[in-house]
């Protein structure tokens, strides 16, 4: 099973409407694909519209999802519980990337919350934070975006000592960035997994990802 639950459209700072990213997507053969804007407290409606396209798309499994960016950590639960009530199935948190400023803390307070899938490209990611991770089912990213990536081997280090669950996704905002099998599995492979792996977390961590959407 093929997916990419980290896109951005032209809802937030993308350059396709999402049908453009799911037809894409779908011609390469992928299972699923979720579109996942930056969302703060100014924008969280945004999803709705979002919602209305990927329940009219046929030809792949689409998701609407809210990459929460910017939010104080002491206001992420709020808006999570707004982002889900205006319809986001997937909640990622963007981590604390290398090359972009979050708040500090912020991935420590992204793994305390059950209701969080996903914490993108965590940066320096603590294993204490992986334990957590591992504790509330949520996946750790492995970023095929440039600049986040650059922590992508220390990130596989951390899911290899503590057993955390990690995924790899576009991080996508235009068409060049879209991925294939074989992309993703060297992005996996350059991080430091097996062959072996990096197959398991390119196809089985995706099927059971999309499992623990589904529950
Ligand atoms: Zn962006
Ligand atoms: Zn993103």
Redesign the pocket.
């Known amino acids: 099973m093929l997916a990419d639950f980290?896109?951005?459209s032209i809802y937030?700072d993308g350059e396709l409407i999402p049908s453009e990213i799911f037809r894409r997507y779908s011609v390469r053969g992928y299972d699923a694909v979720a579109v996942?804007e930056?969302i703060d407290f100014s924008n969280y409606e945004e999803i709705e519209k979002i919602k209305e396209s990927t329940e009219n798309f046929n030809g792949i499994e689409t998701f609407v999802g809210a990459?929460i960016?910017h939010v104080p950590v002491n206001r992420i639960e709020e808006i999570i519980g707004r982002a889900k009530d205006h319809g986001a199935e997937v909640i990622?948190v963007?981590g604390e990337s290398p090359v972009e400023p979050v708040e500090a803390g912020t991935n420590s307070r992204a793994l305390e919350l059950s209701d969080v899938d996903i914490l993108?490209?965590p940066g320096f990611v603590t294993e204490e934070e992986a334990y957590k991770a591992k504790e509330n089912d949520i996946y750790l990213e492995i970023s095929a975006?440039s600049g986040?990536c650059y922590c992508n081997g220390h990130v596989a280090k951390v899911s290899k000592e503590t057993g955390a669950s990690v995924l790899v996704n576009s991080?996508a905002?235009g068409p060049r960035d879209l991925l294939d099998e074989e992309m993703e599995m060297k992005i996996a492979r350059g991080a430091g997994f097996s062959e072996n792996k990096a197959k398991e977390i390119v196809n089985e961590n995706t099927e059971r990802f999309m499992k623990r959407l589904k529950r």
Do not use: G, K, L
């Open positions: 980290h896109v951005h937030s996942t930056h990459e960016t990622i963007h993108a490209h975006r986040h991080d905002h």
